[in-house]
């Protein structure tokens, strides 16, 4: 008798802690994207991935493309051999921000450190992702904690309680925890498809993950129509179409090798999927959610 009811206390226990440790982990590895271009900024969510590279660990960072889109930049060149104009595309470092808090919660600073765009497919032609590689070697202010993603190829099954973490309304909001649900699978919009969720979304969640319970990855925050309709890049379309058509599995599969070479080498820019330009989606129904300000901070109000 005393050892089942040791049992069940020990289950209770088991049960109520579990929430607290996947919120912890999960504000571990969620991070508020800054981006600057022009006249104004672009603040969106991101997830740490952190993984051996050549024997070093070196994080990464998973958020939308249209969150850093400001940070592109074309130019021509006049090609040495062939005399004639090249276009060259670049990006500029993206900001990634986390916040430091006290025992008590309180706000006590925080750490911005700049990060490479090492994949980028932007929102218009392409599955509207971006890869950062943190420049920094010492990452110990973010923690030791990096993001799980969903490796298999299974939608997750409709009412799946999901959380979402992100930056909403911006660096502001950011890691702000919200939940809800899997609404439905498959939405059509513009080339490909995105699931539904009911978490709470705000500008300046795209980029932000959605989690399983267990705090696994199944998804990214990239269109909202209202704070409970949202659409997500789930987690069989990072990994089967775009991770493993970009050859860049390492970045969502720790057992994957890579080296710092193999990373130097690949081309940034995605070249998007085939289609008619003209298949579009309804951008004013379904908008992109960054947060747009100026670089005073006050909002900018989007088309």
């Known amino acids: 008798m005393k050892a089942l009811a040791f049992a069940l206390i020990f289950i209770a226990t088991t049960v109520f802690a579990a929430p607290k440790d996947i919120a912890s982990y999960l504000q571990s590895i969620s991070v508020t994207i800054r981006a600057e271009g022009g006249y104004s900024r672009s603040e969106g969510s991101g997830v740490i991935y952190s993984r051996d590279v050549g024997g070093k660990k070196v994080s990464f960072v998973w958020s939308a493309g249209h969150v850093v889109a400001k940070l592109r930049t074309v130019r021509e060149v006049i090609d040495p051999v062939k005399g004639v104009p090249r276009k060259i595309i670049e990006f500029k470092d993206a900001k990634v921000i986390r916040e430091m808090r006290n025992a008590n919660g309180r706000k006590v600073g925080e750490v911005t450190v700049d990060a490479k765009v090492i994949k980028y497919s932007d929102s218009e032609d392409g599955h509207d992702l971006a890869l950062f590689m943190v420049r920094s070697n010492d990452m110990k202010a973010f923690g030791d904690e990096s993001?799980?993603?969903k490796l298999d190829s299974t939608p997750i099954p409709?009412?799946?309680?999901?959380?979402?973490?992100g930056s909403l309304l911006g660096q502001l909001g950011s890691n702000s925890m919200t939940d809800g649900i899997m609404s439905q699978h498959g939405r059509i919009f513009k080339r490909t498809y995105m699931d539904q969720t009911t978490v709470v979304a705000f500008p300046g969640s795209s980029g932000g993950g959605v989690f399983t319970d267990d705090g696994t990855w199944v998804g990214m925050i990239v269109r909202g129509a209202g704070e409970g309709f949202n659409l997500i890049v789930p987690a069989r379309r990072l990994v089967g179409d775009f991770c493993k058509k970009q050859k860049i599995m390492w970045a969502v599969d720790p057992k994957v090798k890579v080296t710092m070479e193999d990373i130097e080498k690949m081309s940034v820019e995605?070249?998007?999927?085939?289609?008619?330009?003209?298949e579009v989606g309804d951008e004013k129904l379904f908008p992109v959610l960054p947060r747009i300000t100026d670089l005073t901070g006050n909002p900018i109000k989007t088309k």
């Open 147 to 149: 993001a799980k993603f």
């Open 158 to 165: 409709l009412g799946t309680h999901l959380f979402h973490v």
């Open 270 to 278: 995605d070249v998007g999927m085939p289609g008619s330009k003209k």
